[in-house]
């Protein structure tokens, strides 16, 4: 099995900064992309940007130039650097990551979810 745990939510005032760390344990080979999702009350869980093996990153629209991923492959951790944060913001996020285990299958998994608000 493999376990992600998020850390680093918070509360945070409008145009502020908050880092999300997202640590994967087991019986892990090797992580190939890891991914942010949100979900906000009441809205569908959407994804927010990617980071592959090999360092190329992806961002939604409304991540762009705010919202930074990364990745220390050496501590199976991957990172959301988030600025100038808006109300808009506000959800719980999750970190996401396709494995590839001991038993030489791959597989998605997900943290938790740490609780991000933006106060106006």
């Known amino acids: 099995q493999v376990q992600l745990v998020e850390s680093g939510g918070g509360l945070v005032q409008a145009g502020g900064s908050l880092r999300l760390s997202c640590a994967a344990s087991?019986?892990?080979?090797?992580?190939?992309?890891m991914d942010w999702y949100r979900q906000a009350p009441g809205k569908q869980r959407e994804w927010v940007t990617k980071?592959?093996?090999?360092?190329?990153?992806n961002y939604a629209t409304s991540a762009k130039g705010r919202f930074t991923i990364s990745r220390d492959d050496a501590k199976n951790t991957v990172y959301l650097q988030m600025n100038s944060l808006k109300p808009e913001d506000t959800a719980v996020y999750y970190c996401?990551?396709?494995?590839?285990?001991?038993?030489?299958?791959?597989?998605?998994?997900w943290g938790q979810g740490t609780q991000v608000t933006v106060s106006p």
């Open positions: 087991g019986r892990i080979v090797r992580i190939n992309d």
């Open positions: 996401s990551a396709l494995v590839y285990l001991t038993d030489y299958s791959t597989q998605r998994y």
């Open positions: 980071i592959s093996s090999g360092g190329t990153t």
